[in-house]
């Protein structure tokens, strides 16, 4: 199966010249491959089999030739040893990353993230593998004092300027292949032809459909939703989208073009829509310019969805959403609809922010579904034609997506007085008063109070920011009355 979803995979057009390129250099003289029907040169051969053992023997030999003892990690170091470049050509991207040790490991990206104020996703592959160490430090290690507190945090000695710090880093770590920092393309010798993968840590995630495809392949994907607090089976969506990147290649129906396709919410998860089974192909390009809005389709997409007796809306989202969704005639409705529940939604992330940081989790769990990780989901393919085989299972890999989950959604809330935008306006804060009969309540540990006295107050601070931002819309055009209903606000 694996093999198979492999075999789909577009090729990128710098790919195929690279592998000409590695086929033909002289290093790899004598080393076996062969061609499919296309005339592609097949890069993996399995290992065992006798065309694997081919390749095996050349191994073995070169190892001999420069002289490094046959051992645990003894093809990989040739592997680095002889490539011509130092540079592998991503098979996906077509983007070149280093064979070698050179971009900053998980843990890493937080030591940098901290002291650097480089803001790198450490969950996020495509991230850790856009820099290197090298260019992280000379973009953004902008005083000794920063220079001076990486180094010891690394535990090298004190380093004299930026320059020096980058050559101890090198000769203390890169070369040595610290744990500290991960090559841009993992190794398999001898199964790929000149040991590494054909895909490179920046697309590892879009094309590692191996055993541990069920977190790999949404991992960043599903983020955002955890981040926003999204209602939704992410668990679900999570495959979904999974599922969606191994359909044979299709066009984007904005421009036509095929690359860069992903799943794209119907409804935005940073409007409060749910993390969802519903979504619709979009390219990357078209995606990002639409920029976390929905149009007047969309719009009747989504209320069609709930007519079936689906939930869209999240809890926390439903009172805009319903007061705006009936009156949205046109995509310039649409735009400003969009604009409104993105303010109710940062004003949402900001009112639980605070309500975290006086109260702690407990209460707040009451909103997130840890339940959802603990299912197995199976497909009948095609999309089109979906049929989905639910089972229970309880593993470590679903324990770890749920503590995943869990964390980022607190973690985001803990951040989110720091990452405020400042184009947005907050209508609550840590000393409003409207907070003190919720977090009273949370006290007293009368959550279903708190919850009721919370979904008023969401509602009360929603119908506020729509009749200020429905003022403003129409004060420019002479008129001052809502077209919207404007519901009263709770006692
Ligand atoms: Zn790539
Ligand atoms: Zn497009």
């Keep these: 199966m694996v093999k198979k979803l492999r075999g789909e995979v577009q090729y990128h057009p710098n790919y195929e010249k690279y592998v000409e390129f590695i086929v033909n250099h002289p290093n790899y003289a004598g080393l076996f491959y062969e061609r499919d029907d296309n005339g592609r040169v097949k890069?993996?051969?399995?290992?065992?089999?006798?065309?694997?053992?081919?390749?095996?023997s050349w191994w073995d030999n070169q190892c001999k030739i420069?002289?490094?003892?046959?051992?645990?990690?003894?093809?990989?170091?040739?592997?680095?040893?002889?490539?011509?470049?130092?540079?592998?050509?991503?098979?996906?991207?077509?983007?070149?990353?280093s064979i070698f040790y050179e971009y900053p490991a998980k843990t890493t990206v937080g030591i940098l993230n901290k002291i650097l104020g480089c803001n790198i996703d450490k969950d996020n592959d495509e991230e850790r593998a856009q820099n290197t160490i090298r260019e992280i430090i000379e973009q953004w290690c902008d005083s000794m004092e920063k220079a001076k507190a990486i180094a010891a945090a690394f535990g090298l000695r004190t380093p004299k300027d930026k320059d020096d710090l980058i050559e101890l880093i090198y000769s203390e770590m890169v070369d040595k292949e610290s744990s500290r920092f991960s090559p841009g393309v993992m190794c398999n010798p001898p199964d790929r032809f000149n040991g590494f993968h054909s895909y490179a840590l920046c697309c590892r995630t879009k094309f590692d459909t191996g055993r541990h495809s069920e977190n790999m392949m949404t991992y960043g994907q599903d983020r955002r939703a955890y981040e926003d607090w999204s209602d939704g089976d992410y668990n679900l969506a999570n495959r979904l989208m999974g599922e969606f990147?191994?359909?044979?290649?299709?066009?984007?129906?904005?421009?036509g073009n095929t690359e860069k396709m992903s799943a794209d919410h119907i409804g935005p998860i940073s409007l409060?829509?749910?993390?969802?089974?519903?979504?619709?192909?979009?390219?990357?390009?078209?995606?990002?310019?639409?920029?976390?809005?929905?149009?007047?389709?969309?719009?009747?997409?989504?209320?069609?969805?709930?007519?079936?007796?689906?939930?869209?809306?999240?809890?926390?989202?439903?009172?805009?959403?319903?007061?705006?969704?009936?009156?949205?005639?046109?995509?310039?409705?649409?735009?400003?609809?969009?604009?409104?529940?993105?303010?109710?939604?940062?004003?949402?992330?900001?009112?639980?922010?605070?309500?975290?940081?006086?109260?702690?989790?407990?209460?707040?769990?009451?909103?997130?579904?840890?339940?959802?990780?603990?299912?197995?989901?199976?497909?009948?393919?095609?999309?089109?034609?979906?049929?989905?085989?639910?089972?229970?299972?309880?593993?470590?890999?679903?324990?770890?997506?749920?503590?995943?989950?869990?964390?980022?959604?607190?973690?985001?809330?803990?951040?989110?007085?720091?990452?405020?935008?400042?184009?947005?306006?907050?209508?609550?804060?840590?000393?409003?008063?409207?907070?003190?009969?919720?977090?009273?309540?949370?006290?007293?540990?009368?959550?279903?109070?708190?919850?009721?006295?919370?979904?008023?107050?969401?509602?009360?601070?929603?119908?506020?920011?729509?009749?200020?931002?429905?003022?403003?819309?129409?004060?420019?055009?002479?008129?001052?009355?809502?077209?919207?209903?404007?519901?009263?606000?709770?006692?």
């Design 43 to 56: 890069w993996v051969v399995a290992g065992k089999s006798p065309k694997g053992q081919l390749r095996q």
């Design 66 to 97: 420069h002289n490094i003892p046959i051992q645990k990690g003894c093809y990989a170091k040739l592997a680095r040893l002889i490539h011509p470049t130092g540079i592998h050509i991503c098979q996906c991207c077509g983007e070149g990353r």
């Design 245 to 255: 990147r191994k359909q044979p290649p299709m066009a984007c129906p904005v421009c």
């Design 272 to 491: 409060g829509f749910c993390h969802s089974r519903n979504f619709a192909p979009m390219c990357s390009g078209c995606n990002s310019s639409k920029n976390n809005r929905f149009t007047k389709s969309d719009v009747d997409e989504l209320i069609k969805i709930e007519e079936s007796g689906e939930q869209v809306i999240s809890w926390h989202s439903k009172a805009i959403w319903d007061a705006v969704k009936h009156t949205i005639k046109n995509d310039i409705d649409a735009k400003f609809a969009s604009s409104v529940m993105a303010k109710c939604h940062q004003n949402v992330l900001n009112i639980l922010s605070i309500i975290y940081k006086k109260t702690g989790t407990e209460f707040l769990m009451r909103y997130l579904h840890p339940e959802y990780s603990l299912v197995d989901y199976r497909y009948l393919l095609h999309l089109e034609n979906l049929k989905i085989i639910s089972t229970p299972l309880d593993s470590k890999n679903k324990r770890k997506n749920q503590e995943r989950y869990v964390r980022i959604a607190f973690d985001s809330l803990e951040e989110f007085s720091s990452k405020k935008n400042r184009k947005n306006y907050f209508l609550i804060d840590e000393d409003s008063k409207e907070l003190d009969p919720i977090i009273a309540s949370i006290a007293l540990r009368e959550y279903d109070k708190a919850d009721k006295l919370l979904r008023q107050l969401i509602q009360s601070v929603s119908n506020s920011i729509l009749e200020k931002e429905t003022h403003e819309r129409f004060f420019g055009y002479g008129e001052i009355d809502s077209p919207f209903s404007i519901a009263a606000e709770p006692e």
